[in-house]
């Protein structure tokens, strides 16, 4: 929880690598982490491709993401890309 309003701080600063640490720290970490929650990430990482396209953090962590929420196309193909 810490972890996502300090990302949120980040963001509205448009400190994106700091926001994305935090997220990657939500993803890794052995919380159980809602739907709601994977969905933020899912578009905050949506949010960093569209500023800076090979952002290979952003495309990894996407899917990473994707795939904890079972979205196993979706993961596969930015895995492949990163």
Known sequence: MKQMCRGETYQKLKKYEERLKDLDK????EMNVTNCYMDELTLHFNNMLNNE???TYA???????YRLKGKYNEALDDLINY
Do not use: D, K, Q
């Not at 939500?26 to 970490?29: A, E, G, L, T, V």
């Not at 495309?59 to 993401?65: A, F, I, P, V």
């Open 53 to 55: 396209l090979n952002n």
């Open 26 to 29: 939500i993803i890794n970490s």
């Open 59 to 65: 495309l990894r962590s996407r899917g990473e993401t």
